[in-house]
């Protein structure tokens, strides 16, 4: 379902990411891992068409993602991913299940309050639907995040180190409904990470090596 190959991207004329073949089947899960500045962030924001490579192709479900750019790229990322940032943003003002149905506004879905309430029950956070975002810890934050990132259910879900800010059960419990909201649909999850308690949980894995001029 995905096909990555030969991509590279590169800022300020230094190569900040090299992959040359990369598959993940649909339904299947794999963990980014590597140290900081190998280019894990950067890999998702390609994989979202938030930014175009420097050269190469990213094949999801037969879209070049790759080539895609402005409204379409928009087009494509709100019918066809669900994202998980680093920091956990959510609109202070609105309620935790305010905030989970903006997905669906935003992606102009049709999706009953039911599902909102639903995902936030099983991550454990069904008590503050009615709180302000505002409110919240970052990792009740994340926890939100993720709830709304699932809720048009997504062909690809990615998330960029959603356990940093959990306790072990938040994490088990965020990690399990990850992977299960995954294979109940076929969906494809891609998730990046320094969270060693995670890692074994994921189909595969890719280590993306240390930065060139890194000491
Ligand atoms: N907008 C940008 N302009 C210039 N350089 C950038 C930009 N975004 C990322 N980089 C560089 O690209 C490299 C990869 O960064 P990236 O954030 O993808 O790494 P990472 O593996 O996610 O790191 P971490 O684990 O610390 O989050 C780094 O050297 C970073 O400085």
């Not at 990046?192 to 280590?207: G, K, V």
Request: proline share 4%; hydrophobic share 45%; with cysteine.
């Amino acid at each position: 379902m995905l096909h990555v190959k030969s991509l590279t991207q590169a800022h300020d004329g230094r190569v900040v990411l090299q992959l040359d073949h990369w598959q993940v089947a649909a339904g299947r899960s794999c963990c980014i891992t590597g140290p900081s500045g190998s280019g894990k962030t950067t890999l998702l924001d390609l994989l979202c068409a938030l930014r175009r490579p420097a050269s190469g192709d990213i094949l999801v479900e037969g879209v070049n993602v790759a080539r895609l750019s402005g409204r379409a790229a928009d087009r494509w990322r709100g019918s066809t991913v669900g994202v998980v940032t680093q920091t956990p943003h959510l609109l202070e003002i609105l309620t935790v299940q305010e905030n989970v149905m903006l997905a669906a506004r935003m992606a102009r879905v049709a999706v009953d309050g039911a599902r909102a309430a639903s995902l936030l029950d099983r991550l454990g956070v069904s008590a503050l639907a009615s709180r302000p975002a505002g409110r919240l810890s970052q990792g009740q934050r994340q926890r939100v995040v993720l709830a709304r990132a699932l809720l048009c259910r997504p062909r690809l879900l990615l998330a960029d180190e959603p356990t940093a800010h959990l306790d072990d059960a938040a994490c088990a419990q965020l990690c399990s409904l990850m992977l299960e909201s995954c294979r109940e649909v076929g969906a494809t999850l891609l998730v990046a990470t320094h969270d060693r308690r995670i890692e074994p949980l994921f189909d595969q894995r890719l280590s993306l090596p240390a930065p060139e001029n890194a000491t």
